[in-house]
C-alpha cells in the first residue's frame, strides 16, 4: 500500500477525528510559529507541504501570510477549504515531490506534522531540501517539524492508543526494520451495533533530528531553532 492510497482508501476519512479538536492543536502550531519568529517579513508567501486539513496553514494565514497549502489527498484539502473561510489560503493537489506544481516565490516553506517521514527513502528527503533551499530567497525560512523514529519500541511498546469514544477506537502498531517503521493504523468503528475492523498500512522513515539538521547545513541552510514538543522533533532554518 502506497502512502498516497492509505490516506485514499484510509486514513484520510478519520484524519480529522484522530487529530482531536482542531482549535487547541491549530492555536499551538500558531504558539510555536508566532514564539519562533515565523511572521511575515517578506513576500509574505508561504507554501505548506503536506498540508493536511490545515494546523499549519491555518495557522500561517492568521499570522499574516498568503498560503499556498499543497497535498495529494482531495479530502484533506477539501476538509481545510472548509476551515479556511475567508483567509488568504489556495490549495494545491499535488505530490510535494513534484516541486513544479507548487513553486512559487514563498519566503517561507513548511513540512510538519510528520509529513517529512513519509516520504520513500532519505535521497528523496535531500533532494527536496535542495530544490526547496533553491525556491528559497536569501533570508527565506523553512520550517521542519517530524518524529524521530531512530529508537527501536520492543513488545507491547508498539501499539499505540490514539483516539477512542463511543463509535470509533483507533490504534497504531509499529513494526521497525531498518531505516523505515511499518505503521499500520487499525480503525475499530460501530456499524449497527457491531464493532467493524478496518486495518491498512504505510512505512514512515526513520530519520535523527541531527541527521536532518546535517542535510540542512549539506543544502546551505543555517539551522537557527530545534525544539522538540509532545515528541515531535520541530526545526526551522534559513537560507
Ligand atoms: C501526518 S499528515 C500531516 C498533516 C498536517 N501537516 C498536520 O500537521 O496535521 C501528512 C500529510 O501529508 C500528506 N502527504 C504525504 N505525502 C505526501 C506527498 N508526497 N505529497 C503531498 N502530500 C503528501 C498526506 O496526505 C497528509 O495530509
Partial sequence: MSVQSHYENH?????????????TKQQEQQEWFASRGVLPRGNKTAIDLGAGHGLQSVSLAK???????????????????????????????????????????????????????????????????????????????????????TEELFGEQR??????????????????????????DQLLEKSNGEWIQKVSSYRKLRMGADFVKEMLTGAGFRVVQHDVIARMQYLLAEK
Fill in 11 to 23: 486514513l484520510a476519512a478519520f484524519y480529522a477525528w484522530m487529530s482531536g479538536n482542531f482549535e
Fill in 159 to 184: 501499539f499505540i492508543p490514539i483516539r477512542a469514544d463511543d463509535d470509533r477506537i483507533h490504534t497504531c502498531f509499529l513494526e521497525y526494520a531498518p531505516g523505515y517503521v511499518r505503521v499500520y
Fill in 63 to 149: 499570522l499574516g501570510f498568503t498560503v499556498f497549502a499543497v497535498d495529494f489527498n482531495q479530502h484533506l484539502l477539501s476538509d481545510l477549504n472548509a476551515r479556511a473561510k475567508g483567509l488568504p489560503i489556495r490549495t494545491v493537489l499535488a505530490n510535494l515531490k513534484d516541486v513544479p506544481q507548487y513553486a512559487t516565490e514563498a519566503e517561507l516553506i513548511t513540512c510538519m506534522g510528520d509529513t517529512l517521514t513519509h516520504l520513500e527513502n532519505i535521497e528523496t528527503v535531500q533532494t527536496l531540501i535542495g530544490q526547496w533551499f533553491d525556491l528559497l530567497p536569501a533570508g527565506g525560512r523553512l520550517a521542519l517539524s517530524f518524529r524521530d523514529l
